[in-house]
């Protein structure tokens, strides 16, 4: 990790990154807020599949672009947002987005970008850029203690 708390991880197969998302999966706790950033086919919802399998949940992982919020119970229920359809932060408001922020769960957005305004303070943002046909690029960037912990329990 770096002095600014930054982790930049370059995973070569969809295998790693979601491999890197169980690793994070098992560290979450409620209230836990991941904001993923990334272009599609990017691996935000290859990462975010991770997540869930490591939270221990047996759900089988889709995009929510048009149900907007899926629910994966396991150890704790976790929140996966798609914010691409959208039309800023006032929609994610509109959604009850403090139940999933501030409940019994851990939350992921996808297009995080779209909605920044309506997510918490304390966060760890990743974004996902394509470095090659099957490799990935995540650059961590936690924002808070509780995001700097999370991230500090995968580095």
Avoid at 10 to 35: I, K, N
Avoid at 66 to 92: C, M, Q, S, T, W
Avoid at 99 to 119: I, K
Wanted: with cysteine; aromatic share 6%.
């Amino acid at each position: 990790m770096s002095e600014t708390g930054k982790l930049n991880i370059e995973t070569a197969s969809p295998e790693e990154t979601l491999a890197l998302g169980r690793r994070l999966g098992q560290q979450l706790q409620p209230g836990d807020v991941l904001a993923l950033v990334g272009s599609l086919g990017a691996g935000k919802t290859q990462f975010t599949k991770g997540l869930a399998d490591g939270a221990g949940a047996p759900d089988r992982v889709t995009s929510p672009t048009f149900k907007l919020v899926n629910e994966y119970h396991g150890r704790l229920v976790l929140y996966h947002i798609d914010a691409y359809r959208l039309h800023g932060p006032a929609e994610l408001v509109a959604l009850g987005c403090d139940e999933f922020f501030d409940g019994d769960g851990a939350a992921v957005v996808e297009w995080a970008d779209r909605v920044e305004d309506a997510l918490p303070n304390e966060l760890l943002r990743v974004d996902i850029t394509i470095a090659g046909t099957a490799s990935r690029r995540l650059s961590f960037t936690p924002i808070g203690a509780r995001a700097r912990r999370l991230l500090g329990a995968v580095a």
